[in-house]
């Protein structure tokens, strides 16, 4: 099947083109401030040339499809969709067409997504939906140990009893201890978003019984394919270089799911507020840049990947973390004994290398990473290392030279 | 047993502690970390793994502080 080709309209809307809402003497008042941070630092060493970002696992860099798509979708698609003029049926064009597009990359129904405002409220309504749905079935919503935390506080906020099912060292979901007793719900992620070990959500699907699945899949959506066999699912623009501003929930039709928040008088199920046309194609063109790329992309990253796995597990009394094989193609994570990970995040950034850690070792009242305890692994010292679309081997490289002198250097301090 | 106090010490520092002291006790010999930060109850018997040591397991100090022992083994 072709793929829709995703279309802003040429034609501008009427009251476009005429005057300049956007002269700056217009609104007066505060500036808006464009600029970046300065790039001083307080040790005062010389910057590298290149800043190295290793954090796509967070945010991917804006794919250059959705830069596009974007500031054409701007001068057409501003109106509410739901309006029968002109301008109104010009963005329901933009918003259908970035619909089909998203639905076709991720193998789902048109009329199964929803576009919300972050992945964040995709767990949301996804989890809380298929909770509400099966309340005549059950009471108790179940959810792996390593959920994304979106997951853990939506559960809480629920009232429902909650059950976590343990996981191996790996950080793969125990099966064994998968009790769905009273069970409405039962959340399995599709991969880690720290470790970034898969999960078998397939295996997950077969142990249900009658309880309905939702994955969250907002560390692979875009770079693996969708798992099967859930009845909700979320995802977010911003991993796979979209903007950020934009989930995706997708429901399975037929599925127990009832809106967990208040009604919003839209035209159809799958529509919840006034949505983010603009950023919804942008999402809609990366996401498709990405899937029709990730075969090739998926091999290079995962060897760069690899690569940092070997070396990092070579430095003394540091522990790579996670799945070797069935893992995210883009992510590792690894644990330095007698070293604050602030200071590792600290240190590297000085030196241009931009990573994020899963310790939190900054205060006592602060609990070490939920995800890193499941599985007994190491909570402090811990960096999360993700290589994304602009990453290079000279990247890594540079990385993988600065890193065993970082770590030395942070253990002879204490 | 050898007490290693790390009241009020945040990680990594008990472990940094334990690092330091498992060489006063005997091979065979007990040390015991009494610590508040909620990391070491992971964390200790991640070092134990990753040190070759045994982690015996978590009791109360007197005061209610919980007390991580570890047995050196090598």
Redesign the interface.
């Known amino acids: 099947m072709r793929s829709p080709t995703l279309r802003t309209l040429s034609e501008p809307g009427p009251g476009l083109g005429g005057g300049s809402p956007g002269k700056s003497d217009r609104w007066g008042g505060r500036k808006v401030y464009f600029g970046g941070v300065s790039t001083e630092t307080p040790g005062g060493e010389v910057e590298p040339a290149r800043r190295v970002y290793l954090d796509s696992a967070s945010g991917e860099s804006l794919h250059p499809a959705a830069r596009q798509a974007f500031a054409a979708a701007l001068e057409t698609a501003y109106a509410d969709p739901r309006r029968l003029h002109h301008a109104g049926r010009s963005a329901r064009l933009v918003l259908d067409n970035a619909r089909a597009a998203t639905a076709e990359a991720l193998g789902v129904r048109p009329d199964e997504v929803t576009f919300v405002s972050s992945g964040t409220e995709a767990v949301h309504r996804g989890l809380l939906g298929l909770h509400r749905g099966a309340a005549r079935t059950g009471a108790r919503i179940v959810h792996t140990a390593v959920e994304h935390s979106a997951v853990l506080h939506a559960a809480t906020w629920s009232g429902a009893t909650t059950r976590a099912v343990a996981v191996d060292a790996t950080g793969r979901v125990r099966l064994d201890d998968l009790d769905v007793t009273d069970a409405t719900v039962v959340a399995c992620q599709s991969a880690n978003h720290e470790v970034g070990t898969v999960q078998p959500v397939a295996e997950v699907a077969d142990l249900l019984d009658g309880a309905s699945l939702f994955v969250d899949a907002c560390a692979s959506a875009g770079r693996l394919p969708l798992p099967e066999r859930w009845s909700a699912l979320a995802a977010s623009a911003h991993k796979w270089g979209g903007p950020p501003g934009v989930g995706i929930l997708v429901v399975r039709r037929g599925a127990r799911w009832r809106d967990p928040f208040p009604e919003d008088d839209r035209a159809a199920e799958h529509e919840r507020g006034f949505e983010n046309v603009a950023s919804v194609l942008a999402s809609a063109a990366a996401l498709q840049a990405v899937v029709a790329d990730r075969d090739a992309e998926n091999l290079r990253v995962h060897a760069l990947v690899s690569w940092i796995r070997r070396v990092v597990g070579g430095i003394p009394?540091v522990?790579v973390v996670g799945d070797p094989s069935e893992r995210l193609p883009h992510l590792v994570s690894f644990?330095c004994?007698?070293?604050?990970g602030e200071a590792l995040v600290t240190e590297l950034d000085r030196l241009g290398f931009e990573v994020a850690s899963g310790?939190a070792?900054?205060?006592?009242t602060v609990?070490?990473s939920h995800v890193?305890?499941a599985m007994?692994?190491?909570?402090?010292?811990n960096v999360r290392v993700s290589v994304g679309r602009d990453t290079t081997e000279d990247d890594v490289a540079r990385f993988l030279d600065v890193l065993p002198g970082v770590v030395e250097r942070l253990r002879a301090r204490? | 047993m050898l007490e290693v106090d790390c009241r009020?010490l945040?990680?990594?520092?008990p472990?940094?502690e334990l690092?330091r002291r498992i060489g006063e006790v005997e091979v065979g010999g007990l040390v015991g970390v009494v610590a508040?930060?909620?990391?070491a109850?992971?964390?200790v018997?991640?070092?134990c793994?990753?040190?070759g040591q045994e982690y015996v397991g978590e009791e109360a100090a007197d005061d209610g502080s919980p007390r991580y022992v570890v047995r050196r083994v090598s």
């Open positions: 009394d522990e644990s004994l007698y070293v604050d310790s070792c900054t205060a006592s609990e070490p890193l305890a007994g692994a190491l909570t402090h010292g204490v | 009020g945040v990680c990594p520092a472990v940094i690092g508040s930060d909620a990391a109850r992971i964390d018997p991640a070092w793994r990753m040190t």
